[in-house]
């Protein structure tokens, strides 16, 4: 990895430890002292630049802390290291930042701002508001139970094949054409899940003890309240939410359950397991793009360079500075996702590759995220180079489905057809399984007191109102358990949603493609550019979409969906 600032220091010394809050100590005070002295809105808007000088330089500091962590998990000394920042930097700074936005909205000149600190004058105002000192300890406590979850979930290994494989590696297996391997793989990463269960439900149980006693102090009825202000959700409700499942029930859970029936019938089994819902029903070998990570780079160069030479430019500065780590080993936490170098203002991209289609998908979903980071860079406000997560999720997987189009660059025609097919398919299956994650929260957190069982009585009937027709019988413990597996649930609550209302944006962004290309990459580009300047529904605007997650958008999109399976399937 090789990064060094986007813009020299004006502020911050050169040499500084950012992890020692006793160095830390004196920058607070130039900051607080540089406030009171801000008699202008110049002097004011001279005095943020210097505010986020401070804070890019921090969050990545933090961020290259967790990029090391979950790189290597069993790595003690890189666990201690972010700890370190969990326990003593974060709670040591979040008072400070504190005072300094309460002394910013008291300020007579904050109001004065130009229109253009209008979402960030929103935001500190909200910030401020569900700001609560002694929340600080419990905010401390559950990020140090999530690092638990990663490593739990991280060191989960099964032997399988006379050798010890990660999880990630086995899901290679379900994509095989032999279903008596399918079904023992299948098996053993169940059984292997499941003897974590109550450790992970004792440790979910210590976390909704500490999200509601930070939801009361905060004055909000209960946690779903609180982190709708706290995600600084101003464009939507939980009602709204709600609804949205209501519209994915009535018009994609039908067709998702439709596909199923399609996949039983073709591969002509009685009745369809979990084990079968990841082989091709056409009884064709897995699709397998590439051998080496290397190749996946290389690849996925060329179709960015393909699809618009300002996207090639953006992956080759991630390639050119080393900002990935794309193979599977063991001890690496789960599942990918990119991460901003905040100071750099670049990307980088975490990923557990074994050389499967998936990887191919993640890298193009991840590559999207880095090019929202490249594409607002200039925004000279920190707060500024990053969107709310709707539309961030935009960014990725409206990739996904731009580059489709270019995946014969790692299959023959007969199979990129198939990968797009999969990929549409895999759309069609994601919104019901966002509608029962979200749901799942929503009943958690305004349900208090409930207990384990009552928790998986609820899941298991959100399985049956958005779940599909395979037959779990004999595994009825897992299929309980299922919501384990979702990481976010445990680590960034009420976070899924927003892939569902970004689906759609990228849905919208997809048919536009196909009518104009150039047009609708030049609108995603400049969407991207905005950054978080701009509030959500504007954001869509600038990128050509519409943010409405009502069935007035999600029933003529799955109906463009079918078509293009359709047309994929000729």
């Known amino acids: 990895m090789h990064t060094s600032p986007f813009v020299p220091r004006r502020f911050l010394p050169e040499k500084i430890d950012l992890t020692d809050t006793a160095q830390l100590a004196p920058v607070f005070d130039r900051l607080d002292a540089g406030l009171n002295r801000a008699a202008s809105v110049a002097d ?55 005072a300094l936005m309460r002394k910013l909205v008291a300020s007579s000149r904050f ?87 109550d450790r992970l439900e004792e440790l979910f149980d210590q976390l909704l003890v500490l999200r509601n006693e930070i939801a009361h102090a905060a004055g909000f009825t209960d946690f779903r309240a609180y982190t709708f202000a706290y995600y600084e959700r101003f464009d939507y409700t939980p009602e709204d939410c709600l609804r949205f499942h209501e519209a994915v029930e009535k018009h994609v859970v039908p067709l998702a359950r439709e596909l199923q029936k399609e996949r039983q019938a073709r591969l002509g089994v009685e009745p369809l397991r979990p084990w079968d819902l990841a082989v091709d029903p056409d009884h064709n070998p897995p699709l397998r793009p590439f051998t080496e990570s290397s190749e996946l780079l290389e690849k996925c160069q060329r179709i960015f ?95 996904e489905l731009l580059a489709a189009p270019y995946l014969d660059l790692f299959y023959s025609e007969k199979d990129a057809k198939r990968a797009q097919r999969d990929h549409l398919e895999g759309i069609i299956k994601f919104f019901p399984w966002m509608a029962t994650v979200d749901a799942f929260q929503h009943w958690i957190y305004t349900h208090p007191g409930h207990t384990r069982e009552e928790r998986a009585q609820y899941w298991l009937s959100l399985m049956d109102r958005f779940g599909g027709i395979e037959d779990w019988s004999g595994f009825e413990k ?79 999109l799955m109906g463009k969906v079918k078509e293009a399976l359709l047309e994929l399937a000729a």
């Open 44 to 98: 004011l808007e001279a005095w943020l630049g210097e505010h986020s000088e401070v804070c890019a330089a921090l969050a990545e500091s933090s961020s290259l802390h967790y990029i090391a962590m979950t790189c290597q998990t069993d790595d003690e000394a890189k666990e201690k290291a972010y700890m370190h920042i969990v326990e003593v930097v974060d709670p040591w700074l979040k008072p400070r930042q504190f």
């Open 305 to 399: 360079s393909k699809l618009d030479p300002r996207l090639g430019d953006y992956y080759a500065v991630l390639r050119k500075q080393e900002l990935v780590d794309l193979d599977n080993r063991k001890g690496k936490a789960p599942g990918g996702y990119q991460s901003t170098l905040a100071e750099a203002r670049v990307p980088f991209i975490f990923m557990n590759s074994v050389g499967v289609h998936r990887d191919v998908e993640t890298m193009l979903h991840e590559a999207g995220h880095a090019f929202h980071a490249l594409a607002s860079r200039e925004q000279p406000l920190h707060a500024y180079r990053s969107a709310p997560i709707e539309f961030c999720e935009v960014a990725s997987m409206g990739m």
């Open 111 to 197: 109001s004065e701002l130009p229109p253009v600190y209008a979402v960030f004058r929103r935001s500190v105002e909200a910030q401020v508001e569900i700001y609560r000192e002694e929340n600080v300890a419990r905010e401390t406590e559950v990020a140090k139970l999530t690092q638990q979850y990663q490593k739990i979930s991280g060191g989960m290994t099964v032997q399988f094949d006379g050798q010890e494989q990660t999880l990630a590696r086995m899901g290679r297996i379900q994509e095989e054409q032999d279903r008596i391997r399918r079904e023992a793989a299948w098996k053993t990463v169940t059984e292997r899940r499941l003897q974590d269960a």
């Open 478 to 556: 897992a299929r309980a358990h299922g919501w384990h597996r979702q990481l976010h649930i445990f680590e960034i609550p009420f976070y899924y949603v927003e892939y569902g209302i970004a689906q759609l944006g990228a849905l919208q962004l997809w048919q536009a493609s196909r009518r104009d290309l150039p047009g609708a990459l030049d609108h995603y580009l400049q969407g991207l550019s905005l950054g978080g300047s701009r509030p959500l529904p504007e954001l869509f605007q600038a990128g050509g979409l519409a943010f409405d997650f009502t069935e007035k958008t999600i029933a003529p």
